[in-house]
């Protein structure tokens, strides 16, 4: 089994950062890519970020500016840092990894349980 494993999500005012992290482990032959969601309450979960293996990257217009999505293969982990945050960014952010658990499987989309992220005004 494959799991994905958020952290580094928590409250800060407008203009502050943070760093959230995602680690995935199980059976893991290789990741095509990780990405970073979120989910507002009453609103669509929507990307954030993505990253492929070979290290193309994908921003949604909001994020472009001011977050920065990275990966460290050796350790299936995605970085998400985010700067200038505003209020409109607070919400659930979710960790996405494209995943071939064996040599002989297809691959899965698996989800992590997600990590708050509030910004206060």
């Known amino acids: 089994q494959v799991q994905l494993v958020e952290s580094g999500g928590g409250l800060v005012q407008a203009g502050g950062s943070l760093r959230l992290s995602c680690a995935a482990s199980?059976?893991?032959?290789?990741?095509?890519?990780m990405g970073w969601y979120r989910q507002a309450p009453g609103k669509q979960r929507e990307l954030v970020a993505r990253?492929?293996?070979?290290?193309?990257?994908n921003y949604a217009d909001s994020a472009k500016a001011r977050f920065t999505i990275s990966r460290d293969n050796a350790k299936n982990t995605v970085y998400l840092q985010m700067n200038t945050l505003k209020p409109e960014d607070t919400a659930v952010y979710y960790c996405?990894?494209?995943?071939?658990?064996?040599?002989?499987?297809?691959?899965?989309?698996?989800w992590g349980q997600g990590t708050q992220v509030t910004v206060s005004s």
């Open positions: 990253i492929t293996s070979g290290g193309s990257t």
């Open positions: 199980g059976s893991i032959f290789s990741i095509d890519s």
């Open positions: 996405n990894a494209v995943i071939r658990p064996t040599n002989i499987s297809p691959t899965f989309s698996y």
